[in-house]
């Protein structure tokens, strides 16, 4: 197991790539074939590796590290990887609040929401599919060109002078529904990770967030003190 992670993170292996069979690695180690599937599924259950029935064992793509310690941006994150982060403004649109999202964002029914449908995409490859509801008369004017100009908290500070302080997130798996698949370019039904997340302004909740994000491509950790 050391030896192959060794190899993939010296890109010997790389994102995608086929390992060789249980045989041959039997062969090349001089190991038995139970040592050789005891590791597989040690390494699939790490994430180095993922299987595809009747094919074999890949290498898995890199994952992204999130830490939920403070507040973070998609933008800025990206950022520190060295990535290109990008956002595609797929849907704008002003419209009348459901009970449910009167509900998140703390406002009366029927009041106006801006209803915004992105995807968060990292050097051109799309990661997260989201849908965000913000308080239109906390953001009067707002169009979809100021979305795509700059981030969206940027917006919020220098274009309405709400200022962030904290946010609430609630994380669950899911699984890809068919027009969430057609952007992250997966197949239907696939897992993936359900993040709700919370905005406040004070004590005004100005955003709220259901992102669907790739489940063999984020690691959130939380750091936890006594």
């Not at 040592?35 to 390494?43: A, F, I, P």
Request: proline content about 4%; charged content about 35%.
């Amino acid at each position: 197991m050391d030896i192959i992670i060794r190899q993939i993170e010296e890109e010997k292996y790389k994102p995608d790539d086929k390992l060789p069979s249980e045989r041959e690695l039997c062969d090349i180690y001089g190991v038995s074939r139970m040592t050789v599937r005891q590791t597989l599924l040690e390494l699939e259950r790490e994430g180095y590796i993922y299987k595809k029935h009747g094919l074999g064992s890949f290498v898995a793509p890199r994952t992204f590290n999130q830490n939920l310690d403070k507040l973070y941006s998609f933008t800025e994150e990206m950022k520190k990887l060295g990535k290109k982060p990008e956002s595609i403004v797929h849907q704008f649109e002003t419209i009348p609040s459901t009970k449910k999202i009167a509900e998140k964002l703390k406002i009366g029914i029927d009041e106006e929401v801006h209803k915004i449908t992105r995807i968060r995409l990292a050097d051109k490859e799309p990661l997260i599919y989201e849908i965000t509801y913000l308080p239109a008369r906390m953001f009067k004017g707002l169009t979809k060109k100021q979305l795509e100009t700059k981030p969206m908290y940027d917006v919020f500070r220098e274009d309405y002078h709400i200022p962030i302080t904290k946010a609430i997130e609630k994380f669950s798996v899911t699984k890809v529904r068919s027009e969430e698949a057609k952007w992250l370019k997966v197949k239907s039904g696939e897992p993936a990770m359900l993040i709700k997340r919370y905005l406040f302004s004070g004590d005004r909740i100005c955003e709220y967030t259901t992102s669907v994000a790739k489940g063999d491509k984020f690691v959130y950790t939380v750091e936890l003190t006594d």
